[in-house]
């Protein structure tokens, strides 16, 4: 792991973006799923199941029933017919994932993999792959991927209730977001970085609708520069880590758009905690991130985390120079 080489994996993310869009117009990545699908499970640790704890909600907000599950839980749903698995691990390797896919092979039920490495032990496992076409991320962590295996899990979330989405547009819009943030760097990153910068950590928050940016944009911080980073639903937030504004110097991220937003900074006005917003505006925030698109809350779920990411990309390089 290289905080030069993981630079480089998110400022690719453009580029990747638009690879990702071509084969989108070509075809239906999960061309190929049977057409009884009952139920849905995803397996997954890490980054793969933030990604799919939103794909699971959307799914049932749709009415399917879909359920993210650690893939190192000791049970889960029970092979059936018309039970449709997902693993995802962009590795294809991930230990936890491969053993829990063992249970559901040669069975009734039906997998599906999410993977990197279509040459991977996960995909030989697998009756369908669907390949994330991120590349390499020479950095060694996984940033591309995450973005992808979104875009992916909402080409299966159309297939499967029938929603209508341009999602190559979609991921198009979504590589213009992302190459304006990159772009625009010099204007927000300083400033960002510094109000972040705190003896205690930073503390992450996002709606449930988007909750893998905040559980994502945590990792990130933790994962490179090595930083207590947690995260925290917006609603979630007012009942198990106000009491943190009490006694820390709290600094935050905040991904708005939940009805619960002002709840929390209410307490942030009455305690002086440290807020930016990322793709809206909020009252007594201390900063806001601001991209092109980021009225639309699909292309937020797929660009936003890049903040964090950059923020840990320059936090890591500052580290090993010492």
Excluded at 26 to 37: I, N, R, S
Excluded at 74 to 89: E, K, M, Q, R, Y
Excluded at 228 to 244: F, R, T
Aim: aromatic share 6%.
């Amino acid at each position: 792991m290289k905080s030069e080489l993981y630079l480089a994996d998110l400022e690719s993310k453009p580029e990747a973006l638009a690879g990702l869009a071509a084969a989108l117009r070509a075809g239906d990545p999960f061309d190929g799923l049977p057409g009884d699908v009952d139920r849905v499970l995803f397996l997954g640790m890490g980054s793969s199941r933030y990604a799919a704890g939103v794909a699971a909600r959307r799914l049932r907000a749709a009415g399917v029933a879909a359920v993210a599950e650690y893939a190192s839980a000791a049970t889960a749903f029970p092979p059936a017919p018309g039970t449709l698995v997902v693993p995802i691990s962009a590795t294809g390797g991930s230990r936890e994932t491969l053993d829990a896919v063992e249970a559901y092979q040669g069975g009734p039920s039906f997998l599906a993999a999410l993977t990197n490495r279509p040459d991977s032990a996960l995909a030989k496992a697998a009756d369908l792959v669907v390949e994330m076409r991120a590349g390499e991320e020479r950095g060694g962590v996984a940033c591309r991927t995450f973005q992808h295996t979104l875009v992916l899990l909402l080409a299966l979330e159309s297939r499967l209730t029938g929603r209508a989405l341009d999602l190559p547009a979609l991921v198009e819009r979504a590589g213009e977001a992302t190459a304006d943030l990159l772009e625009r760097r010099d204007e927000w990153l300083p400033l960002t970085m510094e109000l972040l910068d705190g003896p205690h950590g930073v503390y992450t928050i996002a709606p449930a609708e988007r909750l893998s940016s905040a559980e994502q944009s945590a990792l990130m911080l933790r994962e490179g520069p090595r930083r207590p980073a947690d995260a925290c639903e917006s609603g979630d937030w007012s009942h198990v880590d106000v009491y943190l504004t009490k006694t820390l110097d709290y600094r935050a991220l905040l991904f708005p758009g939940s009805r619960y937003d002002e709840q929390a900074m209410d307490w942030v006005r009455q305690r002086g905690s440290t807020v930016v917003t990322v793709g809206g505006e909020v009252k007594d925030a201390a900063a806001a991130v601001r991209y092109v698109h980021d009225d639309d809350p699909d292309v937020a779920l797929l660009t936003e985390t890049l903040v964090a990411e950059l923020v840990a990309a320059y936090w890591w390089s500052a580290q090993e120079d010492g």
